[in-house]
């Protein structure tokens, strides 16, 4: 029974730590986009987004981790026959990925606050792919475990995801563009 308690907190840590994932880098975005702007909105601007990103990472984000990594050690522990599993192995190494994506954020939002941070919003917007394909590749390995098909249907699957995730930074793009255009016309 305290697997399936272990499996439940840890399927709900991983939906938090990803929901706070992916707001986090939004707000990278919106906040190097802030420098676009004049005084003294870009300031007040800045200082919002230094404020909800932090709040975010200690109250959401990093908690999600925590839940997650804790809840997979009680699986593990419950269960130690699982270390042997290869695809474990394998979702250990991406897993391992998305920890050093994770402090990488932590990273970024410290040189955002200092002012440091040379990102453009473009470059933050294609960075937050990445935890798409981390989520899409670990959860395929928990499900279909040793048995992941690498078969026609998965690669299209693969190409699916890619495709709508380059729509999606089109689309955002087509958006900004228009919006410049309009702005430089009220100018
Ligand atoms: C901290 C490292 C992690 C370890 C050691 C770990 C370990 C495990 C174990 C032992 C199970 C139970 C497998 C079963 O009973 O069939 C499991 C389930 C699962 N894990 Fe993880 N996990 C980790 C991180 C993650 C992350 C980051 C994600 C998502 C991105 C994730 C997604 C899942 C999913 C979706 C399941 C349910 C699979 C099923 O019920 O068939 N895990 N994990």
């Not at 702007?37 to 990103?53: G, N, T, V, W």
């Not at 299209?156 to 958006?175: D, F, G, H, P, T």
Request: charged share 15%; hydrophobic share 50%.
């Amino acid at each position: 029974m305290a697997y399936y308690w272990f499996k439940s907190f840890h399927l709900i840590g991983v939906v938090v730590w990803f929901a706070g994932l992916f707001y986090l880098v939004r707000l990278f975005v919106y906040h190097a986009e802030a420098s676009e702007k004049k005084e003294p909105e870009q300031s007040i601007l800045k200082a919002q987004y230094e404020i909800m990103e932090k709040r975010l990472y200690n109250i959401i984000t990093n908690p999600g981790m925590m839940v997650t990594v804790t809840m997979a050690i009680g699986l593990v522990s419950t269960e130690p026959e699982v270390l042997k599993s290869g695809w474990l192995h394998i979702k250990l190494t991406f897993v391992a990925l998305l920890l050093g994506y994770h402090l990488y954020c932590k990273k970024i939002m410290k040189q955002l606050a200092s002012g440091e941070c040379q990102w453009t919003g473009q470059q933050f917007r294609a960075l937050n792919e990445a935890p798409t394909v981390l989520l899409v590749v670990i959860v395929l390995l928990a499900i279909f475990k040793n048995n992941l098909p690498l078969d026609l249907t998965t690669w299209l699957i693969v190409a699916l995801v890619i495709a709508m995730a380059a729509s999606i930074q089109l689309y955002a793009k087509k958006r900004r563009l228009a919006q410049e255009k309009l702005s430089s016309s009220i100018d």
